[in-house]
């Protein structure tokens, strides 16, 4: 349960990171902008599919 939590607060940084890329958005070119959102957004998907894993294990016990 611990670790879920964990990747929740980490699901939670990543959040605040885009949206803090976001507002910045006007000051950097948008090559910059676009390879940091998807890196951004790659993060959280991984973190969303171990959040995913873990609940199903949770479920099967």
């Known amino acids: 349960m611990d670790k879920i939590e964990d990747l929740n607060m980490e699901r ?11 507002e910045k958005k006007h000051e950097m070119k948008k090559e910059k902008y676009e390879k940091l959102k998807q890196k951004y957004e790659k993060k959280l998907e991984k973190v969303r599919e171990k959040i995913r ?8 016990l």
Not at 12 to 22: D, N
Not at 53 to 60: A, I, T, W
Request: charged residues 60%; aromatic residues 0%.
């Open 53 to 60: 894993k873990l609940e199903e294990e949770l479920k099967k």
């Open 12 to 22: 939670a940084s990543i959040k605040e990171s885009l949206k803090e890329l976001e």
